[in-house]
């Protein structure tokens, strides 16, 4: 007989933020013969789950990639679905508010929606400021890039007006003009959906963050889903560019 010294687990760390590219709808559906947007609304159930059990276990943030800079590309049928599916998600969100407590904030260049998304997302934003506990960053016509680009030009409007100097710049006061000003950098990012690529999400702030990609598609990734990713998290030696 074996005998197997018991381990005592070490407690495991959550991360204070967790960043998700919710990738992999399209494929889902069509892998059942179905249209790509009946992927995208399992998908949306899929982040109704994932807030829900982020708050759950203590996240502090999530930050959640819906929709990029990039997937204008798409067919406007494909566009208009996803918009429409938006705005019916952020309505039930509104209506369902004090039953998940869940903070809502915006990233992304939010001028380019509709007048009503544009609504829904303030009203979703200021109702749910008062919540404690998990806040969830959704990321909507953001890019990595032009939210760099977009801290750029605030720095040099404030240099334009006198208000700051070129040298003054800090990497904490770059930080500062991004749509996350305030929030910590993601220890974590997840891909779900089988690339390896980070197609232009959140470039300058997952600079030290952890990668865990999944070939699970989105509309199937679930809390047990997450538990793998944060587990796997707990055995990342992040150095941080020293020596341990
Ligand atoms: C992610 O799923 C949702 C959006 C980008 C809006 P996709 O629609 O990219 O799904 P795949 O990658 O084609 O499977
Ligand atoms: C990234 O997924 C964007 C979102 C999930 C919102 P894409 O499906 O757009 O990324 P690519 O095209 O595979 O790089
Ligand atoms: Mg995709």
């Not at 687990?9 to 069509?30: E, F, L, Q, Y």
Request: aromatic share 12%; net charge positive.
């Amino acid at each position: 007989m074996l005998f197997r010294k018991k381990k005592t687990a070490a407690p495991r760390v959550i991360p204070t933020h967790i960043a998700i590219v919710m990738d992999g709808n399209g494929r889902w559906a069509k892998r059942r013969g179905l249209p790509r947007q009946a992927g995208h609304k399992v998908g949306a159930e899929a982040f109704r789950t994932i807030a829900n059990y982020a708050k759950s276990i203590g996240l502090s943030y999530l930050t959640v990639y819906a929709f990029s800079t990039e997937n204008w590309k798409r067919s406007d049928e494909e566009v208009g679905a996803i918009m429409e599916l938006l705005e019916r998600y952020l309505r039930e969100a509104i209506a369902d508010m004090d039953k998940n407590r869940v903070r809502f904030c915006f990233f992304g260049d939010l001028s380019r929606l509709s007048p009503e998304l544009r609504e829904e997302a303030r009203i979703a934003a200021e109702r749910s400021s008062k919540y404690e506990g998990v806040q969830v960053n959704f990321c909507l016509n953001y890019g990595g890039r032009a939210e760099i680009l977009r801290a750029a030009q605030r720095f040099a409007a404030q240099c334009a007006a006198g208000e700051a100097k070129p040298e003054e710049l800090t990497e904490q006061r770059f930080s500062e003009l991004m749509y996350s000003a305030g929030i910590p950098d993601p220890e974590l990012v997840i891909r779900p959906g089988g690339e390896l690529r980070i197609s232009n999400f959140l470039l300058w702030q997952s600079a030290y963050a952890e990668y865990y990609f999944t070939d699970v598609l989105w509309p199937d990734f679930g809390p047990k889903e997450l538990d793998l990713a944060i587990d796997a998290f707990n055995h990342r030696n992040r150095r941080f560019g020293g020596a341990k």
